[in-house]
């Protein structure tokens, strides 16, 4: 596990910058701060009496409204503020105009106060802007992006709980565009690749654990909502390519179960054991407006894709349709008769589909407000429905398994090899791939046209070192077995070689045997023919049959050594041939013996390549968790040098200040003195004055430095608390007790 310094733990604990996060924030209000100014440098023009461009600055709901060209500001932003523009030169109509700018100490005081959220008076309160939603917001996108589709690009893999199996899969979806799912983990979401199964990075939850986990309509984030049982609840929205957190709504009392983001991204609505959905503003964080109808705990949230109305079901088979701008009461749909655990709504808005622990799916048309559709999906319960963009519906169920079903709720494809009753589905959006997680923390991944090839993916997979080592022990087996597939190659091959030699002689033996054979067969012959022309002579040279037939016997005896000899050669020629062909069987064993090894040989370096591949990925992920360590702390120690530096100088302001200001009050009091005594003291009361001046001139560049460098302490203290929470929230995710 990953640990900080005690340095910085304890710069973190006592450092001044820890006390000047612990004082409240000045705050600039129009009463007290800006209407002054706006009477010194503008009202003659714009005021409620003589409405310039129809703009009023003398009243706070007059300077809000604007004039006939629309808002002149904007709350929390001065890049959008018309009127900071154009008294900062920055825009034409240069304002007050003939006139020098506004002193840079009164520009300070406008900006910081458009800053805050523009506060009227005492009693308001300060709301800084959200400048990273209000970038989410300005790249909206209600279909697919342009580009390629959003992946995770800087996600660290490391987990932030690791264990030996995952808890029961609470929370699970995919992207519309891009070949990525989610799945929620314990105090984390892992994201994998639908196509490789690859694991691309984790994001750290750690407010408890995720129960609903939805993507915005361009893919771009992912809302995540959870937290703990009867503890604590919230939902956190996340960009997918870095995993940096844009905002956090929410401050329940009790674990957040479902949550979902409007299309434009501008809401974010929460719902839960609590039985009330409330909507927030994904900017501010500040809620819009609750609904109060469910009667029991609340499952389902699902904002349709045009943004015109949010579903939502409950614990008692309650479903109901609201307007989503409003949050007034658009419909019940009455006819489950048990829980509903998910809803869906389809891409063009117009149905929308419900599953319930009675078994069963419901379609219903939001035209006509009625059911169009229903059938037993799952026994035991339907779980999890999911639309894809091209309108087929995946869904899981108690029975353990997951299902395709068209539009007409026709059954497309059944997935089978979960463990135990199926709790979440996920389809990508082309719908391509399904994945499902169960009861008992098993999570598969499958492609849509192929059930029997499933693939186990991990909610908590295994920690970077751990997996290191895997790989390692991995890559040493494979080395072993590789260096005895090489020793029994190089045996096999050394056999195939002998076999090979002994086979060559044998061949060449049984060629000499060959060429006895046929000269023996050749002798036989002549002698046979031999025989016949002594039989011819003795049949006619009977006067000569008793030295004829001594001959012929001598000829006979010949016959049968030569028939003998032949004989023998026939039978070491059949020996020699069998052996031949004893040896060739051999060689041919041995040869296949050989090409078998150098098979196995090829195989397990390739295996090799690829062990060592994971080895130097994993310590690449490794080296990037420690580099984003290192740049966390470093960032916040210098966030942190920066406002003591500041603060410091504030300090020394503040003094010089007091002291000037002693200076002025006594200079005034001796003016004051020197105007009694007027008479022959005229020069010295001059001189006095002219003091007195250029004393209150110094005050006012002091007072002007001191607001300048108040505004430099306000962003150094944004910058080291935004750099603090990066730090506490890396530390909630990796930082695990010794």
């Given at each position: 596990m990953l640990r900080w310094s005690p340095s910085i733990l304890f710069l973190l604990t006592v450092s001044p910058v820890g006390l000047l996060f612990a004082e409240d924030e000045a705050?600039?209000?129009?009463?007290?701060?800006?209407?002054?100014?706006?009477r010194e440098h503008c009202t003659t023009c714009h005021s409620e009496s003589d409405k310039e461009s129809d703009l009023a600055l003398d009243t706070y709901s007059g300077t809000l409204t604007g004039g006939s060209g629309g808002e002149v500001v904007a709350e929390g932003n001065t890049g959008s503020?018309?009127?900071?523009?154009?008294?900062?030169?920055?825009?034409?109509?240069?304002?007050?105009?003939?006139q020098d700018p506004i002193p840079e100490a009164q520009r300070a005081l406008i900006k910081t106060w458009i800053e805050q959220g523009m506060p009227e008076n005492a009693g308001s309160k300060i709301k800084r802007s959200n400048n990273a939603a209000m970038a989410m917001l300005g790249g909206t996108s209600l279909g697919k992006p342009e580009g390629p589709p959003p992946m995770p690009e800087k996600l660290l893999a490391q987990p932030v709980v690791e264990t030996v199996r995952s808890a029961a899969i609470s929370a699970m979806t995919s992207s519309p565009w891009a070949p990525l799912v989610a799945v929620g983990g314990q105090e984390q979401v892992a994201f994998y690749h639908s196509e490789t199964a690859e694991l691309l990075g984790i994001i750290p939850f750690p407010e408890g654990e995720p129960q609903s986990?939805?993507?915005t309509r361009d893919g771009r984030q992912l809302l995540i909502g959870g937290g703990r049982h009867s503890h604590s609840g919230c939902a956190v929205l996340v960009d997918v390519a870095s995993g940096e957190r844009i905002t956090k709504v929410g401050d329940e009392l009790d674990i957040v179960l479902t949550a979902d983001i409007t299309p434009d991204k501008s809401r974010i609505a929460i719902a839960g054991p609590q039985k009330i959905i409330k909507v927030f503003d994904s900017v501010s964080g500040e809620l819009v407006f609750e609904m109060k109808k469910h009667t029991d705990w609340i499952f389902a949230l699902r904002y349709s894709p045009d943004g015109i109305l949010l579903a939502s079901g409950d614990r008692s088979n309650g479903l109901v349709v609201w307007e989503a701008d409003t949050g007034r009461l658009y419909t019940d749909l009455l006819g489950h008769t048990g829980e509903v655990r998910s809803l869906d709504f389809r891409a063009d808005s117009n149905v929308l589909a419900s599953g319930s622990m009675d078994g069963s799916i419901k379609l219903w048309d939001l035209f006509e407000n009625k059911e169009v559709k229903a059938w037993g999906a799952h026994g035991g319960g339907v779980t999890a429905v999911s639309f894809a963009n091209n309108g087929l519906l995946a869904?899981?169920?108690?029975?353990?398994?997951?299902?395709?079903?068209n539009g007409n709720g026709e059954l497309q494809k059944e997935y089978v090899g979960l463990s135990d009753a199926a709790l979440e589905v996920a389809m990508t959006g082309d719908a391509n791939y399904i994945a499902g997680g169960d009861w008992n923390g098993q999570v598969r991944l499958w492609r849509a046209d192929a059930p029997e090839q499933g693939a186990l993916i991990s909610a908590n997979p295994p920690s970077i070192e751990s997996r290191l080592a895997a790989a390692n022990q991995q890559l040493t087996a494979i080395k072993t077995q590789l260096d005895a597939a090489k020793l029994t190659a190089e045996a096999a091959s050394a056999n195939a070689g002998t076999a090979q030699q002994e086979l060559q002689v044998a061949q060449q033996a049984a060629a000499e045997v060959a060429n006895q054979l046929a000269t023996a067969t050749s002798s036989d012959a002549m002698l046979t023919e031999q025989l016949a022309t002594t039989d011819s002579q003795i049949a006619e040279l009977e006067k000569q049959i008793v030295a004829l037939k001594a001959q012929r016997e001598q000829t006979a005896t010949q016959l049968a050594t030569a028939k003998e000899a032949t004989t023998n050669l026939q039978q070491q020629s059949a020996t020699a041939s069998q052996t031949v062909v004893a040896l060739e069987a051999k060689q041919n064993e041995l040869v296949t013996a050989a090409t078998t090894a150098s098979e196995t040989q090829t195989a397990l370096e390739s295996q090799l390549t690829a062990a060592q591949a994971e080895v130097d990925k994993v310590a690449a992920q490794k080296l990037a968790l420690d580099a984003r360590a290192a740049e966390l702390a470093e960032l916040t120690q210098a966030a942190i040098a920066g406002a003591q530096a500041i603060a410091q100088q504030l300090t020394a302001v503040s003094a010089e200040e007091k002291g000037k200001k002693a200076s002025v009050e006594d200079l005034t009091i001796k003016l004051n003195a020197l105007q009694a005594q007027l008479t022959g003291l005229q020069q010295q009361v001059e001189q006095a004055a002219a003091a007195q001046s250029g004393a209150q001139q110094q005050l006012s560049e002091s007072q002007a430095k001191t607001v300048e460098l108040q505004t430099q302490l306000e962003a150094a203290e944004q910058a080291a608390l935004a750099a603090k929470e990066k730090l506490e929230l890396f530390q909630k995710a990796y930082q695990k007790p010794e």
């Open positions: 705050k600039i209000t129009f009463d007290e701060h800006i209407k002054p100014i706006f503020s018309r009127l900071w523009a154009l008294i900062t030169h920055a825009e034409q109509p240069f304002m007050p105009p003939d986990l939805t993507f869904s899981a169920g108690r029975d353990g398994r997951l299902k395709l079903w």
